[in-house]
C-alpha cells in the first residue's frame, strides 16, 4: 500500500503540471516541483540532525528506566485488566506478560521496544488461535489497542513542532492526552459491543473509572481557564511531566544500585541508530508531498474540501490539518511529512499547524499496524478488526478538532 501512495503522489502531481502547463500556461510549474525536491530534501536534512540528539536522549531515559525496573512495574499494573478484556486467554499465559510489556512499552514512546514485543505478543497468540489463518477476538483487541495510539509522552511531535519554531512546542501536550484517550476508549467500546466483553466486571470497571476520572479532572480544570491560560497550562503541565518523569527514572534506577550513565548511553546508542533509519523514510514521504503540494494537487483537494465545509456552515480553519489525519491510517512516515508540511505552510503555531501535531500524536497507523502485526502469524481474514480500528481513529480525529478548537480556537 505504501509503495502505491508514494508513487501516486508523483504521479498525480506530474498530471497536475501537465494540466497548468498546458491549459493554464504556467511555465514555471515545473521549475517549483524541481524547487520542491531540493528543499524538501534540506528540510530532512535539518530535521534528522534534530532527531537525533533528542531520540539519543529519550531512549538513552528509556533505557535507565527499564534497567530500573520501572517497565516491569508498569506491566503487573496493567495485567489485571487484560485478564478480563481477553477471557479466552488462560491467566498466566505468556501472551499476557507480551501484550502488557508492549503498552507499556507504546505508553512510555518506547515505539523500537514496543513493536519487538507487539510481535511476540500476537505469535503468543497465535498458539491459542484454532483457527489460524482468521484473528481471534483476543487478537483483535489487542491490534485495535496498538492502533488507538496509548503514548504518555509523544516526544518527537514535540521534537518537530521546535524545529518548525514553535513557542512552546508542548503547548499540545494535553490536547493528545484527551484526543489519544477518545481513541483508546472508542475502540475498546467498539471492540467490546462486537465480542460481547463485559465492561462491568468490577476490575474492568476500576481501570476504566481510573481512567475516566484523571481524563475529567483534566477536562473540569481546563474547562474554567480562559484560552490563553488553556495553552499556557497545557505547555507547563507537558514540561513538568517529562521533567519529574525523568528524575523518577534516575531516582528509580539509584535506589536500585544501576549504572545509570551506563544505561544512558546504551539507549542513546540505540536512539542514534533509530534516528538514521527514519532518515531514509522521511526523506521519501516529504519530497513526495512536497511535489504533491507544489503541482496544486494537495491544494485542490483541500480546498474543494473546504467548499463542502463552508457550504455546510462550519468552520474551515481545521480543514489545513486534515490531510495528516487522513494520511496516519495509512502511512506513519506520511502522516509525519504531512504534519511537518503543513507547519512549514502554515506556521507550527498556527491553527492548523498545532491540529496536526494533535492529529499525529492521538491515532497510530492502522493499516500498516494490521498488516504487520497479522501478517507476522499468517492471519489472512482480519474480522471486525478494521471496522474498530478506523472507527477509534474516527474518535481520535474527532476529538483532537474539538480539543484544538477549544484550546486555540
Request: net charge neutral; glycine share 8%; hydrophobic share 55%.
Amino acid at each position: 500500500m505504501l509503495n502505491r501512495l508514494w508513487i501516486s503522489f508523483f504521479f498525480i502531481a506530474f498530471g497536475s503540471a501537465i494540466y497548468q502547463w498546458l491549459f493554464l500556461d504556467n511555465l514555471l510549474i515545473f521549475e517549483q516541483l524541481v524547487q520542491a525536491l531540493f528543499s524538501m530534501s534540506k528540510v530532512t536534512v535539518d530535521i534528522a540532525i534534530g532527531l537525533i540528539g533528542i531520540l539519543s536522549f529519550w531512549l538513552g531515559m528509556m533505557k535507565i528506566a527499564e534497567n530500573a525496573g520501572l517497565m516491569d512495574k508498569l506491566a503487573r499494573a496493567i495485567s489485571p485488566l487484560f485478564t478480563r478484556l481477553m477471557p479466552e486467554v488462560p491467566k498466566g499465559h505468556p501472551a499476557i506478560a507480551s501484550m502488557t510489556m508492549n503498552l507499556s512499552a507504546n505508553f512510555l514512546g518506547l515505539d523500537n521496544a514496543a513493536t519487538p514485543l507487539g510481535l511476540k505478543a500476537m505469535q503468543d497468540l497465535q498458539q491459542l488461535n484454532p483457527k489460524k489463518d482468521t484473528a481471534t477476538n483476543a487478537q483483535i483487541l489487542f491490534l485495535v489497542l496498538n492502533t488507538s495510539s496509548v503514548t504518555l509522552f509523544p516526544v518527537a511531535v514535540f521534537v518537530y513542532r521546535a524545529q518548525q519554531g514553535a513557542a512552546s512546542p508542548t503547548d499540545v501536550f494535553v490536547p493528545i492526552i484527551l484526543a489519544t484517550f477518545a481513541s483508546t476508549f472508542a475502540g475498546l467500546l467498539a471492540v467490546a459491543s462486537v465480542q460481547k466483553i463485559k465492561l462491568y466486571n468490577s476490575i474492568v470497571l476500576l481501570y476504566l473509572s481510573a481512567a475516566i476520572a484523571l481524563v475529567g479532572g483534566l477536562v473540569v480544570y481546563f474547562s474554567m481557564l480562559t484560552s490563553q491560560a488553556l495553552a499556557e497550562q497545557s505547555s507547563f503541565l507537558g514540561n513538568f511531566l517529562i521533567f519529574s518523569t525523568l528524575i523518577l527514572f534516575i531516582w528509580a534506577a539509584v535506589r536500585k544500585k544501576v549504572d545509570v550513565y551506563d544505561s544512558f548511553i546504551e539507549g542513546a546508542k540505540e536512539g542514534f541508530e533509530t534516528s538514521i533509519k527514519l532518515i531514509p523514510y522521511l526523506l521519501a514521504m516529504l519530497v513526495a508531498i512536497g511535489v504533491f503540494r507544489a503541482s496544486g494537487a494537495l491544494t485542490l483537494i483541500v480546498d474543494s474540501f473546504r467548499q463542502l465545509v463552508m457550504f455546510l456552515g462550519f468552520d474551515t480553519r481545521f480543514v489545513d490539518a486534515m490531510p495528516t489525519a487522513l494520511m496516519q491510517p495509512l502511512s506513519g512516515s506520511g502522516a509525519r511529512a504531512m504534519m511537518i508540511e503543513t507547519m512549514k505552510t502554515h506556521g507550527a503555531d498556527s491553527f492548523a499547524g498545532r491540529l496536526a501535531s494533535i492529529f499525529q500524536g492521538s491515532t497510530e497507523t492502522t493499516f500498516y499496524v494490521l498488516a504487520v502485526y497479522f501478517g507476522s502469524v499468517g492471519i489472512r481474514y482480519s474480522r471486525h478488526a478494521i471496522a474498530c480500528g478506523l472507527f477509534a481513529d474516527l474518535a481520535g480525529i474527532s476529538a483532537a478538532i474539538g480539543v484544538c478548537y477549544w484550546f486555540f480556537g
